[in-house]
């Protein structure tokens, strides 16, 4: 009896290494697998494309006083064209990149009780303002919000799990939840094929045009614009965008909370 | 003892149940089916990669594309001196312009429900 259980043991024992070094072998062969093709993917390579535009910080001028609603329907159209942005006939489900609200609206602190005759029915064009301190991308669980090196605040869709974190964080309203499919909304003719849809139950918002600057075009509502909107980079000091900012005073939407918006306004 | 023969009745029942899946199974499986190229496909000869690599490891390739167009802005994707937009939709759709002869028929027979297509598009076949 004794020596039957002692047997047992000594050849559980062995059995026990004998499985366990052939997983490890099992292991270290599909090591060398991922080893190899780690190696094989070394030799491509990213980059940007030769003709992109870039930027230390992205930013936009909107010069109110060249305005229109013409204009700003036009610079709407575009923006919602080129991005394939649904219109959906229910304002609830309505999904907004770029769009027109009156002074009082735009500018809630600056509501003056005898204001300029012009600023009470003039369209003021708003959109995402790209801020510098972006509550969206702090409230973000996933990070699919997040900042690019060159300011502009971006949406990962791969990434949304639709909670709306970013909509409630945001003060200016600028996110749209999809609570439809937004296919159902796009006309086939108006549909951008270069450019993805959205999938229901995600957030989307402008992205300042990160896929046009990617090939050296300006962003669609600035080349609709008739010079309404001036884009460019913040952070040189040469820039048009700059120059004109020097020379114009320009306010910026809720600046006291503190988001510092890229986004300027001449009134 | 005596319970002998219900034992083994019992036995042979569930050895029948157990292995139904299997000779109930027997001989339907159909066999791989085979991505068809299209024209413009067959024409190119050669993907981006290699075509055991593109058939082995195209959804980390796209992993890679996605992740490093979006979050870098890096969109071209450089190979052998080679410069790819890294696209789905612009680049590998332009060539395999038949997403149901070529995606959708593997993806299918493996069960794979990849939801690239909820937002990219691709282009509408003529039926």
């Known amino acids: 009896m004794e020596n039957k259980r002692r047997s047992f043991l000594k050849f559980a024992g062995v059995s026990v290494l004998g499985l366990g070094s052939l997983s490890l072998l099992d292991g270290l062969t599909s090591d060398d697998v991922n080893a190899s093709s780690g190696k094989a993917s070394a030799e491509a390579t990213y980059k940007k494309t030769a003709n992109a535009l870039t930027a230390k910080r992205w930013g936009m001028v909107v010069d109110t006083r060249k305005l229109n609603d013409r204009i700003c329907k036009k610079m709407e159209k575009a923006c919602h064209e080129a991005h394939n942005v649904p219109d959906h006939e229910n304002k609830n489900h309505e999904i907004k990149w770029i769009w027109e609200a009156h002074y009082n609206h735009v500018f809630p602190g600056k509501n003056d009780e005898f204001l300029q005759e012009r600023l009470k029915e003039l369209p003021i064009p708003v959109l995402c303002n790209h801020c510098a301190n972006p509550p969206c991308v702090q409230a973000c669980p996933t990070q699919a919000t997040f900042q690019r090196e060159d300011g502009i605040v971006l949406m990962d869709f791969h990434r949304c799990i639709g909670c709306r974190f970013c909509m409630a964080a945001c003060p200016y309203g600028s996110r749209s939840f999809n609570f439809r499919d937004p296919r159902e909304a796009i006309k086939p003719e108006n549909e951008n094929k270069e450019f993805p849809t959205r999938t229901k139950g995600v957030v989307e918002k402008c992205n300042f045009c990160a896929e046009r600057l990617a090939v050296g075009k300006q962003p669609a509502c600035v080349e609709v614009s008739k010079g309404a909107l001036i884009f460019g980079d913040l952070g040189d000091p040469q820039s048009e965008i700059r120059q004109v900012l020097k020379d114009n005073y320009a306010i910026r939407r809720k600046q006291n909370l503190g988001t510092n918006p890229s986004v300027y306004y001449l009134v | ?127």
């Open chain 2, 1 to 127: 003892m005596s319970d002998k023969p219900k034992i083994i009745i019992g036995l042979i029942i569930f050895v029948a149940v157990f292995t139904f899946p299997f000779w109930y199974n027997h001989g339907a499986a159909s066999s791989a089916p085979e991505p068809l190229l299209s024209d413009k496909a067959k024409e190119a000869k050669h993907c981006v990669r290699d075509t055991d690599f593109m058939r082995k490891e195209h959804m980390q390739l796209l992993d890679g594309w996605r992740d490093r167009t979006v979050r870098d802005a890096q969109r071209v994707y450089e190979i052998e001196g080679k410069e790819y937009m890294a696209s789905l939709s612009n680049t590998c759709m332009e060539c395999h312009s038949n997403k149901a002869d070529f995606c959708d028929r593997c993806h299918e027979y493996a069960s794979v429900d990849p939801y690239c297509w909820d937002c990219h598009t691709y282009p509408k076949e003529k039926k």
